[in-house]
Structure formats: C-alpha cells, structure tokens
C-alpha cells in the first residue's frame, strides 16, 4: 500500500485496495477496523515518500520560498515516513493497539 502512495492520493489507494483485499482480510479472520487502519497508515507513508510523494510537492508550492529546494522538503519528511513505518510496523506486529479504541 506504501508503494501505491507515491502514485495516487489515499481516497483513491482505499477504492482501488479495499475491494481486492477485503476478500482475503475476512476469511483470515482478521478485524476489518484494522484492516482499515493499516491501510491508511501505508498510504500516508506513500504520501511522504518519492518518486511522486504527493504531500512532498504540496509542502513545496505552499512554502512558496525558493531558498527550499523540493530536495530539502522530502530530506526534512523522511523522518516522519521512518517513523509511521514503524507504527505500521508495530500496528501489523500488535493488532490490539488498533482495536484499543473498541474498548
């Protein structure tokens, strides 16, 4: 899903993914609510990350500062990606923390 963040927005990662995915998720038995979660979560990621990190090139029009190169701003984003990797990591490692919120 991260991968696919680089190339579309997240409205259209969870049109396209969801329908392809949903069939597998439910036999498996695994909770849609952190499904769900785990699919946001990689797509921001995408969002964050190159080629074609959507959020990067907004970052960069709004800044409208031309001593900020696009360069610097997905330098400046990477450790926000590094880090919701890890959260997707520990979100897909400990499915309960997604679910805490049923509790």
């Known amino acids: 899903m991260s991968f696919l963040g680089t190339l579309l927005d997240t409205a259209s990662i969870i049109l396209v993914m969801v329908p392809l995915f949903l ?3 439910e036999p498996m038995g695994l909770p849609l609510i952190w499904f769900g979660i785990v699919t946001v979560v990689g797509a921001e ?5 190159p080629p074609f990190g959507i959020s990067c090139f907004v ?3 709004t800044l409208n ?5 696009l360069k610097d701003v997905f ?3 990477f450790p926000f990606a ?3 990797l ?7 490692r400990f499915p309960s923390l997604s ?4 509790n």
């Open 86 to 92: 890890v959260v997707l990591v520990i979100l897909i």
């Open 59 to 61: 970052i960069k029009a």
């Open 23 to 25: 069939p597998l998720v």
């Open 75 to 77: 330098l400046d984003a």
């Open 65 to 69: 500062n031309d001593r900020i190169s």
């Open 45 to 49: 990621i995408g969002l964050l990350t």
């Open 82 to 84: 590094f880090i919701m």
């Open 99 to 102: 679910l805490a919120i049923l």
